[in-house]
């Protein structure tokens, strides 16, 4: 089947520290990837996504490269800062399966100043 | 502005009612979907039509409902058979009715309604 493991939260990082968000998939079809970003008390946004192996999505300083050979799509950061504080969603849609998408358990991620 | 709108933002619910949670959205988008979450689960897909009056279930549908009258429109009912409802509700819309192409635009999601039952 499809679905989609993110490393498990709460992710508690000082402004200005690297951030790593790791996500894996297994698919049966051909996925494109995203990641979502769930501000407290709201709705989703996309942050950037990746529809081909190699492909880099990169989005407000955030960057996800689609690796097939591992089958991951890590979300970084160079340097967070306290506004980056949210709740992050890794998620797959598949070909031919419209907008239909399968997300991850999602990582909470705390910035403190 | 285009987009989605989910209301009301907060709703409670007694035991054994049943309740309706609006989505509208005026993005001229075919598709929709209604997405449940619970805190460390993320969001799993409870319902979706991809055009007017045609729905199909999906992953948790026991003790929903949904209807499709309209393309800006899909409400979500709550049903007495859902067990457990208490959780955060998402819609969503997406331009296509099931064709992949990587120059569409992608989903996109309401502010969501928190239903509580009391």
């Known amino acids: 089947g499809n679905s989609v493991t993110q490393m498990e939260g709460p992710v508690t990082l000082s402004e200005e520290a690297f951030l790593t968000i790791n996500c894996t998939y297994t698919a049966t079809g051909y996925p494109s990837l995203f990641w979502y970003v769930q501000y407290p008390g709201e709705g989703l946004q996309l942050l950037l996504k990746?529809?081909?192996?190699?492909d880099k999505g990169s989005n407000k300083g955030f960057e996800a490269t689609y690796r097939k050979e591992t089958t991951s799509f890590h979300l970084e950061k160079g340097s967070v800062q306290v506004s980056d504080s949210a709740v992050y969603f890794c998620?797959?849609?598949?070909?031919?399966?419209?907008?239909?998408?399968?997300f991850g358990q999602g990582t909470e991620l705390s910035v403190k100043p | 502005d285009g987009g989605i709108t989910q209301s009301p933002k907060y709703l409670f619910r007694k035991e054994g009612q049943n309740v309706t949670l609006s989505c509208e959205q005026n993005?001229?988008?075919?598709?929709m979907y209604w997405y449940r979450q619970d805190p460390g689960q993320g969001l799993r897909l409870i319902y979706y039509s991809q055009i007017v009056n045609d729905f199909q279930k999906g992953d948790i549908a026991e003790g929903y409902s949904v209807s499709r009258e309209k393309k800006e429109s899909f409400p979500l009912t709550v049903t007495s058979a859902q067990k457990n409802p208490t959780a955060f509700y998402l819609c969503?819309?997406?331009?296509?009715?099931?064709?992949?192409?990587?120059?569409?635009?992608?989903?996109?999601f309401g502010q969501g309604t928190r239903l509580t039952v009391v």
């Open positions: 969503a819309s997406y331009p296509e009715r099931g064709q992949w192409n990587p120059m569409n635009t992608e989903a996109f």
């Open positions: 993005l001229n988008h075919d598709a």
């Open positions: 990746a529809t081909k192996a190699d």
């Open positions: 998620a797959l849609r598949i070909y031919n399966q419209g907008g239909k998408l399968i």
